[in-house]
Each structure stands twice: as C-alpha cells, then as structure tokens.
C-alpha cells in the first residue's frame, strides 16, 4: 500500500528528477474496459531543460507498490 506522498517520492528517486519539478498524483477512471477500473495519474511538471508529462499506473493508489511504478514507467505507461 502507497500513499500520495510515497509515490512522490517513488516518483522523484526513479526519475532522478530536480527538486523544481512539481510532481502531483491523482486517481482517474480508466477508460478500457478491460483494466482496472480506477488508475493512478502522475503528472510531472517541466522545467528549464523538459517538458510536462503524465503517465498512469493500472492500480488504485492505495494498492500501488513501487514495483508498479517501475513497472508502468518501462513499459510507457498504464498497460
């Protein structure tokens, strides 16, 4: 089990990720049928050298472990 403030920080060691960029999670429907039903959404806020970008993980946050994360972020994603 995650909280909001975990996966940041999952979120920032695995990214490498400046302390400047904003990072901001929130749980969304998921839109295919076919996976879960309510996806973790994370945002990551651009700074001088990139862009924003966001990517979901196929699992409520409360059910999230860092594995899953690892997981979406080689895979580009969500599924």
């Known amino acids: 089990m995650s909280?909001?403030?975990e996966?940041?920080?999952w979120v920032r060691?695995?990214?490498?990720?400046?302390?400047?960029?904003?990072?901001?999670?929130?749980?969304?429907?998921?839109?295919d049928p076919r996976?879960?039903?309510?996806?973790?959404?994370?945002?990551?806020?651009?700074t001088p050298e990139g862009a924003a970008y966001s990517f979901h993980v196929?699992?409520?946050l409360d059910e999230l472990v860092r594995m899953d994360l690892v997981a979406a972020l080689a895979?580009?994603?969500?599924?």
């Open 58 to 60: 196929e699992r409520r």
């Open 35 to 46: 996976c879960s039903p309510v996806v973790t959404e994370i945002a990551v806020g651009e």
């Open 7 to 9: 996966l940041e920080e």
């Open 75 to 79: 895979f580009g994603g969500g599924h």
């Open 3 to 5: 909280s909001a403030a």
């Open 13 to 31: 060691e695995e990214l490498r990720l400046d302390p400047a960029q904003t990072v901001a999670i929130s749980e969304v429907p998921g839109t």
